[in-house]
Structure formats: structure tokens, C-alpha cells
């Protein structure tokens, strides 16, 4: 039942409210008032007064005040809900609500969930069934004609999560046609924004039952493009017309690091808006994505790939004069600097100076302390890209990726019989594979393979008659690429197409690859998912049963199913599909007449029942403490006759004792242990009693005196003060904001120490709640506890680290990954649940409670003395040494 804005779901307790005038007699009646009797000796007293005076009955205003209290309890045992606007059908009946559920509702999703369960309530209420169509594309799409019950819809609404791509209204409204039966009310909960099925959607609703549309106050904004310029990351960002004209951008790590930030400003009317993140090229290389600061949204993110960040290149110039025009780097030259970072010099210096990948026009033999330190490189992962010449056709040495014959193959000349020849198809394992080879260029020199060394190395690209143009191979960790016709257009016509720009890029991507040109597999095949967007826009690792693209279908790609947006990799070159097409508009939804709008919140309940309850326990407990000041029960507080001195003396008092507490509490002047409070009582009274267990320990053993235990929220509290911190894993890990990743990395970056506690020693599957808990953090390479490890005796001499198990696993930042802090570990992530086996829990023997104590104040000592008896160790040795200095 409704009154106005009001609903109430048991009415029928609004009819004790009639009782009301009943209950005003009876309390105004009871107790009884004392029988009078006549007793002539009274007459003595008559006059006398005393401080306390009885009342007969109680006075009216307490009656009408009780009456008040029992009124607002009937009124919370009728269960009301306050809902802005009435309900869009008060007669019920069968419920259809349409979810626009792509990644531009992800930025009111919670909105949009309450509105879903607003319009399940009111269908509830009626008994009615409910059915749910969602607009987005789904592999397994539901059946919209498939009735709900209520408890089901809810639950489905509750696991429902934005898709990272756009809705597809023209389907859902081709799937709701093949249902029957048409519907007493239809909730169209929107996401703001128009598209080419909009129109088909909404005559399909008008078409089964009157249509009301929940439309969010704010459209998506999303990024159009992002690259990496010399300058730094350019950022290019599309808004609907209502949208919000003020922002910022943000380039990150693919860890989620910030790397830097730009303001965001759309002019007047503007659509589309450009922003310039400026940052150092080696900063802007490492840029994995853009993301506009505050939206989570798969549109608010713009992925980039490993390759579209600008690669240390040296061009190796051997000097002297010449016709710049001439020269065998001034097409590679102009080719690359839109794209790399360029030097010039011999092949030492590049080498020293870290170039990552280096490109080696037409030379003859290779002087022998190039050749060894060229040798080195390409094992420790470089990139070579060679072009041939007359030099190389008459003497080649060992870099290369084939035998080459000697001499060269002349095309089209006087005296040749064969014709120039254009470039073939490029393979489909290739990783120029989509590019279409321009029908003008043509080959006129090249130098040929022994077709027997084609067996050990890759042909990337052919010449119309199969002859190789383009051949790699790996060395090491290293890639040598081959270009068998030189770098000017002497042999060929591509120095001068759009072709060289492109296989040029494509090449260098194997350069930004963190584990080396040549580690995988150069091969080609389909475009296989690494990383995958969510409607968030948060990238995860893609599913094992994700099925590869083809290459033909990648070229085409747009946001589905079957091609998510996220990060991909092919012949070991980096794509990526986005959730935000460059041709796709962002305009305000333009519904048909008929259809009523309002806003996401309007018919959202909200519930006044535990309001109320509290109010009238609040006023019963006035009214006992007004009975017994009636009575004369509450003692009587003597007036204050402080002089001025003693005020003065308990102000001193007041501000020392706070002091003292401050002090107390201040972790800057007590050493305090401290522990990631979860959320979970069970697991944070845990925690408290294990580090209260072992800060005893301390005390006891050790001249270590840490105070009590502080609890901490890693978002919001500073953790600089706080040598030690147990992060206990809670039973539903999940990723840390952005505020809290900051901060673990600060803290791990300024000497804290981090004990990650999984909690899941003896589970099948170790290791999924610090992947999730550490999600987005910088977290170093680590590597397992061993014996030698520093701490194995930091204080007690130690073999295991038993925790409620025996059988527990430790890892701890590599020694080498620590070397800016001289070895000491940041980071130690195990699954013992130590604070569990140091409060000494139900199931944890006594000896087991001392040896994980004992790691815990190795654990302590670690912290606060780093590798102070790693470097005991070594003192025999020094010793020694200073011995026989002094001999």
C-alpha cells in the first residue's frame, strides 16, 4: 500500500493506530491514584514541603510522548519505503526490464543495479513475473522470454557485470521478437546513449506494454586514440554533447604505475578534445595504457601495445663524407624518427649507450672487437636489422640469418633476361601479414639464400617468384633480420613507399619485447589474447579456452564475444583491439514519443523500517530516564564551586593526560607492528592476537618493546611509520585502488617490510589470493626462501617457517631485484597464516606455536636491522684478509 511518496509493505500493522486514543486512557488512568482517607493527626503537617514531591499521575505531556513512541513503532512494523515517484504500474502484472549492459553503463553500474532491483521489488510486491533482456552481446545469450521469479532475478541482476563492448540494441530487440506475449510494464534502464538499434528497439518495447526509460544524469566519455610522439603520449578523447567538459588523462605501466598526467578541457561546444601527457621518450616507451582519471570504463582506457612506444634505435654510420641524400641511413632516417628514438655511431658506442635495437646498412666484414661485443648483445636479447649491398653480396660474415650466395641477382637490366619483379603476398606466419604489398614497387637487385639455410631461419617476405626478401632468425636471446636489398633506392623501389615505413615498425616491435627480440617462437599464426579488457576497464590475464583470431579477422576486429578488447600478440608483435571505435559518436539517446523517461534514482526505495525502530527505542529510552527523574531515582549532581586555581590545575591535568595518550598512540614515538585490517572480523581479530602474541615475545626476548598492535587501511593510512606489516589474504581477495597501490608502493619503495599471508598452505590451488591482492602493484621478481637467506638467522637459527601448517611455502624479493636497499627484501609472501600460529589457535601444538613465533621475530629483526647478519658471515674471511695485509 502507498500514501504519497510513502510504501508500505505490511499495512495491515498501520491499524494499531486506531488503538492510539485507547492507549491514551489507559496510561493516563494507570497506575490508580491512592485511595484518600480522612486522618485528623495530618492536619500537622499540613504546609510542611519537602525537596522530593510524588505526582499523582503522570503529567500529559510524558503521555503524549509515549504515545509518540509506540506510534513510530506500529509505523516500523508496517515496513515503509520511501520512493521518489510513485510506482510506474501500482497494479503489478507481468515485468519486462531491459539492461543496456556495455561498458558505457559500467560508470553507474551500482546505479544501475539499484534501479534493476527497484523495478524487481515493485513486480514482487504484485506476485508478477519478470523477465530480463540485456542488450550487450553474450556469447550464451539469455532467452528474454524465459520468466523470474523474483529471488532469481535478483540473483541474476547481483552476478550481471557491464561487457566491455557497446550494446547491440538492433539484436536484442530481433531475440525479443521471436518471444510472445506482450507485458503490463516495461523498465528500460539505459545507458544514455544512442545507436543504430535504438530506434528498432523502442518500437519493439511500445510495441508489447507501455515503456518507461531510466536514462543516467552523465554519459560515458571515451578515448579515440593514443600514441606516443617525441613529445610524449598524445591523447585524443570523444564526449556525447551532455557530457562532462573538465577531466584528465592519464598514461600508466600495464601494472597500473602512473607515469604522468594532462588536464582534459573540451572548448564551448566541442565534441572531441587533445591532451599531451609530456614525458621523457624512455618514460613514454614504457606507457601501456591511457585512462581518463575517474571514469571505470573499458572506453575511459586505450591500450598500447609493446611496439607503440618509441625504442632506443642506433643507426650505425661509418663515418666520412658523402651526399646526405645518398646515404644508406637517410631513408631508415626519415622512415623511423616519427617512431624511434634515433642515434648515429659505430657499434660499440651504440651498444654502450643501451640502443635496443640497431640498423646496419650494407658493410663488409665486421671489425673483431665490434664483432664480439655484436655478439654479446644479440645473446642478451638485441634486435639487428641488416640491409644488403654490394659489400655484403661479396663478403658476408656470421650475422646473418641465411648462407647468401655470392653476388647478387640483377633484374631488369641490359643485360639481364629477367624482368623486375614486385612483392609477393606476405605469408600468413609472417609478421607483415595484413599489409597489402603496393602493386608499383618493384625489385630490381637482391642478393639470393642457399636454399638449404632457408630450412634454419624464417622467410618473412618473398618477391613475387618465392625468392626471399626478407629473412630472420634467432640468436640467443637476439633476432637478426635481413633485408636482401639495400637500404636506397638503388635496388628497389621501397626506400621510397609507405611499405618501408610500415614492415620498419612492425620489425622494431620485436625490439620493446621485455624478454628479448628472440626468446618465443618467430612464427606467425593467428593474433593470440594475453591480456583482456573487462567493462571496467581493468586488464586480466585472457582465459585459457580463449580461441585465437585469424589474422584476416583481426584486420577487421571490432569489440564482440569473440574478439574482446584487450592485448594481444602475433609472431611475437604486439596488437590490440579497443573497446572505443574511432568512426563510433557518442550522442544523447532520442527516445519516440511515448516513451517516459526519469532518472536511474527515481523509483529506487529506500527503507525507513530500521530508521524507525531505532527512533522509538532512542524515545523509550527518554522516556525510563524522565520516570525515574520523576520518582526521584537519578541522583542529584552537586554545582560546580571550582575556583580558578582548581581549573587551572585540571586543565594541566586534561592536556597532560592527552598528551600522554598521544604519545601512546603516536607510532612516530612507539614502535608499533601493524596488520592489513580486511573487512572480516574473524581474520582481523586474528590478526590483532597474533601480533600482540609476538609483540610480547619481543618484549620478553629481545630489547625490542613494540607497543599494541595497529590496525591499518592501506588507502588511507600513512604506512611510513610502520617497520612491519602483515597483510592477511581476505576470503574474497580482490584488487587494490588506485590510492592503495600508491601507497604499498611507497612504502615498499622507502625500506618497509611486507608479510603477504595467503593463508591457503595444503590448498590444491596456492598462489590465486596473491595474484589477486597484488593485482596493479610493482611487484619485484621474488624468489623462494632458502637456507642462506638472511633470515634463517636474524635471531634464532631456523630451518622452516611452520605456521598453523608444517608444510608452508615462503618467497621474498630477489637479492638482485633489492639492490638498491643492499639485498634487503621489501616483500615476503607465504600461505602459513602465522598469525593464527601466533595467538596459538585451536589445532597449533605448543612446539609449532614457538617455532613460528621464532620466525616471527626473525621476521622483526629483519625489518629492523635489514642484512646485519648476512654480512656476519663474512667477517672470518676479513679477518683473514686484514691479517695478511698486516704481514
Same mark, same amino acid.
Do not use: C
Given at each position: 500500500?502507498?500514501?504519497?511518496?510513502?510504501?508500505?509493505?505490511?499495512?495491515?500493522?498501520?491499524?494499531?493506530?486506531?488503538?492510539?486514543?485507547?492507549?491514551?486512557?489507559?496510561?493516563?488512568?494507570?497506575?490508580?491514584?491512592?485511595?484518600?482517607?480522612?486522618?485528623?493527626?495530618?492536619?500537622?503537617?499540613?504546609?510542611?514541603?519537602?525537596?522530593?514531591?510524588?505526582?499523582?499521575?503522570?503529567?500529559?505531556?510524558?503521555?503524549?510522548?509515549?504515545?509518540?513512541?509506540?506510534?513510530?513503532?506500529?509505523?516500523?512494523?508496517?515496513?515503509?519505503?520511501?520512493?521518489?515517484?510513485?510506482?510506474?504500474?501500482?497494479?503489478?502484472?507481468?515485468?519486462?526490464?531491459?539492461?543496456?549492459?556495455?561498458?558505457?553503463?559500467?560508470?553507474?553500474?551500482?546505479?544501475? %543495479?539499484?534501479?534493476?532491483?527497484?523495478?524487481?521489488?515493485?513486480?514482487?510486491?504484485?506476485?508478477?513475473?519478470?523477465?530480463?533482456?540485456?542488450?550487450?552481446?553474450?556469447?550464451?545469450?539469455?532467452?528474454?522470454?524465459?520468466?523470474?521469479?523474483?529471488?532469481?532475478?535478483?540473483?541474476?541482476?547481483?552476478?550481471?557485470?557491464?561487457?566491455?563492448?557497446?550494446?547491440?540494441?538492433?539484436?536484442?530487440?530481433?531475440?525479443?521478437?521471436?518471444?510472445?506475449?506482450?507485458?503490463?510494464?516495461?523498465?528500460?534502464?539505459?545507458?544514455?546513449?544512442?545507436?543504430?538499434?535504438?530506434?528498432?528497439?523502442?518500437?519493439?518495447?511500445?510495441?508489447?506494454?507501455?515503456?518507461?526509460?531510466?536514462?543516467?544524469?552523465?554519459?560515458?566519455?571515451?578515448?579515440?586514440?593514443?600514441?606516443?610522439?617525441?613529445?610524449?603520449?598524445?591523447?585524443?578523447?570523444?564526449?556525447?554533447?551532455?557530457?562532462?567538459?573538465?577531466?584528465?588523462? @592519464?598514461?600508466?605501466?600495464?601494472?597500473?604505475?602512473?607515469?604522468?598526467?594532462?588536464?582534459?578541457?573540451?572548448?564551448?561546444?566541442?565534441?572531441?578534445?587533445?591532451?599531451?601527457?609530456?614525458?621523457?621518450?624512455?618514460?613514454?616507451?614504457?606507457?601501456?595504457?591511457?585512462?581518463?582519471?575517474?571514469?571505470?570504463?573499458?572506453?575511459?582506457?586505450?591500450?598500447?601495445?609493446?611496439?607503440?612506444?618509441?625504442?632506443?634505435?642506433?643507426?650505425?654510420?661509418?663515418?666520412?663524407?658523402?651526399?646526405?641524400?645518398?646515404?644508406?641511413?637517410?631513408?631508415?632516417?626519415?622512415?623511423?624518427?616519427?617512431?624511434?628514438?634515433?642515434?648515429?655511431?659505430?657499434?660499440?658506442?651504440?651498444?654502450?649507450?643501451?640502443?635496443?635495437?640497431?640498423?646496419?646498412?650494407?658493410?663488409?666484414?665486421?671489425?673483431? @672487437?665490434?664483432?664480439?661485443?655484436?655478439?654479446?648483445?644479440?645473446?642478451?636479447?638485441?634486435?639487428?636489422?641488416?640491409?644488403?649491398?654490394?659489400?655484403?653480396?661479396?663478403?658476408?660474415?656470421?650475422?646473418?640469418?641465411?648462407?647468401?650466395?655470392?653476388?647478387?641477382?640483377?633484374?631488369?637490366?641490359?643485360?639481364?633476361?629477367?624482368?623486375?619483379?614486385?612483392?609477393?603476398?606476405?605469408?600468413?606466419?609472417?609478421?607483415?601479414?595484413?599489409?597489402?604489398?603496393?602493386?608499383?614497387?618493384?625489385?630490381?637487385?637482391?642478393?639470393?639464400?642457399?636454399?638449404?639455410?632457408?630450412?634454419?631461419?624464417?622467410?618473412?617476405?618473398?618477391?613475387?617468384?618465392?625468392?626471399?626478401?626478407?629473412?630472420?632468425?634467432?640468436?640467443?636471446?637476439?633476432?637478426?633480420?635481413?633485408?636482401?636489398?639495400?637500404? @636506397?633506392?638503388?635496388?628497389?623501389?621501397?626506400?621510397?613507399?609507405?611499405?618501408?615505413?610500415?614492415?620498419?615498425?612492425?620489425?622494431?616491435?620485436?625490439?620493446?619485447?621485455?624478454?628479448?627480440?628472440?626468446?618465443?617462437? &618467430?612464427?606467425?599464426?593467428?593474433?593470440?589474447?594475453?591480456?583482456?579488457?573487462?567493462?571496467?576497464?581493468?586488464?586480466?590475464?585472457?582465459?585459457?579456452?580463449?580461441?585465437?583470431?585469424?589474422?584476416?579477422?583481426?584486420?577487421?576486429?571490432?569489440?564482440?564475444?569473440?574478439?574482446?578488447?584487450?592485448?594481444?600478440?602475433?609472431?611475437?608483435?604486439?596488437?590490440?583491439?579497443?573497446?572505443?571505435?574511432?568512426?563510433?559518436?557518442?550522442?544523447?539517446?532520442?527516445?519516440?514519443?511515448?516513451?517516459?523517461?526519469?532518472?536511474?534514482?527515481?523509483? &529506487?526505495?529506500?527503507?525507513?523500517?530500521?530508521?524507525?525502530?531505532?527512533?522509538?527505542?532512542?524515545?523509550?529510552?527518554?522516556?525510563?530516564?524522565?520516570?525515574?527523574?520523576?520518582?526521584?531515582?537519578?541522583?542529584?549532581?552537586?554545582?560546580?564551586?571550582?575556583?580558578?586555581?582548581?581549573?587551572?590545575?585540571?586543565?594541566?591535568?586534561?592536556?597532560?593526560?592527552?598528551?600522554?595518550?598521544?604519545?601512546?598512540?603516536?607510532?612516530?614515538?612507539?614502535?608499533?607492528?601493524?596488520?592489513?585490517?580486511?573487512?572480516?572480523?574473524?581474520?582481523?581479530?586474528?590478526?590483532?592476537?597474533?601480533?600482540?602474541?609476538?609483540?610480547? &615475545?619481543?618484549?620478553?626476548? @629481545?630489547?625490542?618493546?613494540?607497543?599494541?598492535?595497529?590496525?591499518?587501511?592501506?588507502?588511507?593510512?600513512?604506512?611510513?611509520?610502520?617497520?612491519?606489516?602483515?597483510?592477511?589474504?581476505?576470503?574474497?581477495?580482490?584488487?587494490?585502488?588506485?590510492?592503495?597501490?600508491?601507497?604499498?608502493?611507497?612504502?615498499?619503495?622507502?625500506?618497509?617490510?611486507?608479510?603477504?599471508?595467503?593463508?591457503?598452505?595444503?590448498?590444491?590451488?596456492?598462489?590465486?589470493?596473491?595474484?589477486?591482492?597484488?593485482?596493479?602493484?610493482?611487484?619485484?621478481?621474488?624468489?623462494?626462501?632458502?637456507?642462506?637467506?638472511?633470515?634463517?638467522?636474524?635471531?634464532?637459527?631456523?630451518?622452516?617457517?611452520?605456521?598453523?601448517?608444517?608444510?608452508?611455502?615462503?618467497?621474498?624479493?630477489?637479492?638482485?631485484?633489492?639492490?638498491?636497499?643492499?639485498?634487503?627484501?621489501?616483500?615476503?609472501?607465504?600461505?602459513?597464516?602465522?598469525?593464527?600460529?601466533?595467538?596459538?589457535?585451536?589445532?597449533?601444538?605448543?612446539?609449532?606455536?614457538?617455532?613460528?613465533? %621464532?620466525?616471527?621475530?626473525?621476521?622483526?629483526?629483519?625489518?629492523?636491522?635489514?642484512?646485519?647478519?648476512?654480512?656476519?658471515?663474512?667477517?672470518?674471511?676479513?679477518?683473514?684478509?686484514?691479517?695478511?695485509?698486516?704481514?
Amino acid at each position: 500500500m502507498s500514501f504519497g511518496p510513502f510504501l508500505f509493505a505490511a499495512p495491515g500493522a498501520l491499524l494499531a493506530l486506531l488503538a492510539l486514543p485507547v492507549l491514551f486512557f489507559i496510561m493516563r488512568a494507570t497506575p490508580p491514584p491512592p485511595q484518600r482517607e480522612q486522618f485528623p493527626p495530618a492536619r500537622l503537617l499540613k504546609g510542611l514541603r519537602t525537596d522530593d514531591q510524588s505526582r499523582e499521575r503522570a503529567p500529559w505531556w510524558l503521555v503524549l510522548f509515549r504515545m509518540l513512541a509506540a506510534a513510530v513503532l506500529i509505523l516500523a512494523f508496517a515496513r515503509p519505503s520511501l520512493a521518489p515517484q510513485p510506482s510506474d504500474s501500482p497494479l503489478g502484472g507481468r515485468t519486462l526490464i531491459v539492461i543496456d549492459d556495455g561498458w558505457t553503463s559500467a560508470p553507474a553500474w551500482s546505479e544501475v %543495479r539499484n534501479a534493476a532491483n527497484a523495478a524487481i521489488t515493485q513486480a514482487e510486491r504484485a506476485r508478477a513475473p519478470i523477465f530480463i533482456l540485456q542488450t550487450a552481446p553474450s556469447t550464451r545469450p539469455r532467452d528474454p522470454g524465459e520468466a523470474l521469479t523474483a529471488a532469481d532475478a535478483k540473483s541474476r541482476v547481483q552476478r550481471l557485470e557491464p561487457q566491455p563492448w557497446r550494446p547491440d540494441r538492433a539484436d536484442a530487440a530481433t531475440r525479443l521478437a521471436r518471444t510472445e506475449g506482450n507485458f503490463d510494464r516495461i523498465v528500460w534502464i539505459t545507458d544514455g546513449l544512442n545507436d543504430a538499434g535504438a530506434e528498432a528497439l523502442a518500437a519493439e518495447l511500445q510495441r508489447r506494454g507501455p515503456v518507461t526509460a531510466r536514462v543516467p544524469a552523465l554519459t560515458a566519455r571515451a578515448i579515440m586514440s593514443g600514441s606516443v610522439t617525441p613529445q610524449g603520449v598524445l591523447v585524443e578523447v570523444r564526449r556525447a554533447s551532455n557530457g562532462s567538459s573538465v577531466g584528465a588523462v @592519464t598514461a600508466e605501466t600495464a601494472e597500473g604505475r602512473s607515469l604522468g598526467a594532462a588536464q582534459l578541457q573540451f572548448q564551448a561546444d566541442a565534441l572531441t578534445a587533445s591532451a599531451r601527457i609530456e614525458l621523457p621518450p624512455e618514460i613514454a616507451a614504457r606507457a601501456a595504457r591511457v585512462r581518463i582519471v575517474g571514469e571505470q570504463s573499458a572506453g575511459a582506457v586505450r591500450l598500447l601495445p609493446a611496439g607503440a612506444g618509441r625504442p632506443f634505435v642506433g643507426l650505425v654510420d661509418p663515418g666520412g663524407a658523402g651526399q646526405p641524400l645518398l646515404s644508406e641511413l637517410f631513408y631508415v632516417d626519415r622512415a623511423l624518427a616519427p617512431y624511434a628514438s634515433l642515434s648515429r655511431g659505430a657499434i660499440s658506442q651504440l651498444i654502450d649507450a643501451r640502443a635496443q635495437a640497431l640498423i646496419l646498412p650494407d658493410a663488409g666484414r665486421i671489425a673483431p @672487437t665490434d664483432s664480439a661485443a655484436l655478439q654479446r648483445w644479440l645473446e642478451n636479447g638485441g634486435l639487428l636489422v641488416r640491409f644488403a649491398g654490394p659489400r655484403l653480396a661479396n663478403d658476408a660474415d656470421e650475422f646473418v640469418p641465411v648462407r647468401l650466395r655470392p653476388g647478387s641477382r640483377t633484374l631488369g637490366s641490359a643485360l639481364a633476361w629477367e624482368t623486375p619483379l614486385a612483392i609477393g603476398a606476405f605469408p600468413a606466419d609472417s609478421p607483415y601479414a595484413g599489409i597489402a604489398p603496393p602493386v608499383d614497387v618493384q625489385v630490381r637487385r637482391q642478393v639470393l639464400a642457399e636454399p638449404a639455410s632457408l630450412e634454419e631461419a624464417r622467410v618473412w617476405a618473398t618477391l613475387s617468384d618465392n625468392s626471399p626478401l626478407v629473412t630472420a632468425q634467432a640468436r640467443g636471446r637476439g633476432l637478426i633480420v635481413l633485408f636482401h636489398v639495400s637500404a @636506397t633506392p638503388e635496388w628497389s623501389d621501397m626506400p621510397l613507399s609507405g611499405l618501408f615505413v610500415e614492415v620498419l615498425r612492425r620489425t622494431l616491435a620485436f625490439a620493446a619485447r621485455a624478454d628479448g627480440a628472440g626468446e618465443r617462437e &618467430i612464427s606467425g599464426g593467428p593474433f593470440v589474447a594475453q591480456r583482456l579488457l573487462d567493462g571496467y576497464g581493468a586488464l586480466a590475464p585472457a582465459p585459457a579456452d580463449m580461441q585465437p583470431i585469424a589474422p584476416e579477422a583481426f584486420a577487421i576486429a571490432q569489440p564482440s564475444p569473440a574478439t574482446p578488447p584487450g592485448l594481444y600478440e602475433r609472431a611475437g608483435v604486439s596488437a590490440s583491439i579497443d573497446a572505443m571505435r574511432p568512426d563510433e559518436s557518442l550522442q544523447p539517446l532520442q527516445l519516440p514519443s511515448g516513451v517516459s523517461r526519469a532518472g536511474l534514482g527515481a523509483v &529506487i526505495e529506500r527503507p525507513l523500517a530500521g530508521w524507525l525502530f531505532g527512533l522509538a527505542g532512542l524515545m523509550l529510552a527518554i522516556d525510563l530516564l524522565i520516570a525515574l527523574l520523576l520518582i526521584g531515582k537519578l541522583p542529584r549532581l552537586p554545582r560546580p564551586r571550582a575556583s580558578a586555581a582548581s581549573l587551572v590545575l585540571a586543565a594541566l591535568m586534561a592536556f597532560g593526560g592527552d598528551a600522554h595518550a598521544q604519545n601512546a598512540n603516536d607510532p612516530t614515538q612507539t614502535l608499533r607492528l601493524a596488520y592489513v585490517r580486511t573487512g572480516d572480523s574473524r581474520i582481523d581479530r586474528a590478526s590483532e592476537q597474533g601480533l600482540r602474541a609476538l609483540s610480547d &615475545i619481543l618484549t620478553q626476548r @629481545t630489547s625490542v618493546e613494540p607497543g599494541p598492535p595497529m590496525a591499518l587501511d592501506l588507502a588511507r593510512d600513512d604506512l611510513s611509520a610502520y617497520p612491519f606489516i602483515y597483510w592477511p589474504a581476505p576470503p574474497t581477495p580482490r584488487r587494490l585502488s588506485d590510492a592503495a597501490l600508491t601507497n604499498v608502493d611507497r612504502y615498499l619503495a622507502i625500506g618497509g617490510l611486507l608479510l603477504v599471508d595467503t593463508r591457503d598452505s595444503g590448498a590444491q590451488q596456492r598462489g590465486r589470493p596473491a595474484q589477486t591482492m597484488l593485482s596493479g602493484l610493482d611487484v619485484p621478481p621474488l624468489e623462494a626462501v632458502n637456507a642462506e637467506h638472511v633470515l634463517t638467522r636474524a635471531f634464532y637459527l631456523l630451518r622452516s617457517f611452520p605456521g598453523r601448517s608444517q608444510s608452508t611455502q615462503l618467497w621474498a624479493e630477489s637479492a638482485s631485484a633489492a639492490s638498491s636497499r643492499d639485498g634487503v627484501a621489501a616483500i615476503f609472501i607465504g600461505d602459513g597464516d602465522w598469525a593464527s600460529a601466533w595467538s596459538g589457535q585451536a589445532g597449533v601444538s605448543d612446539r609449532q606455536r614457538e617455532l613460528s613465533l %621464532r620466525f616471527g621475530v626473525n621476521l622483526v629483526m629483519v625489518a629492523l636491522t635489514g642484512n646485519y647478519k648476512a654480512d656476519q658471515v663474512h667477517v672470518p674471511a676479513l679477518l683473514e684478509r686484514m691479517s695478511e695485509d698486516r704481514r
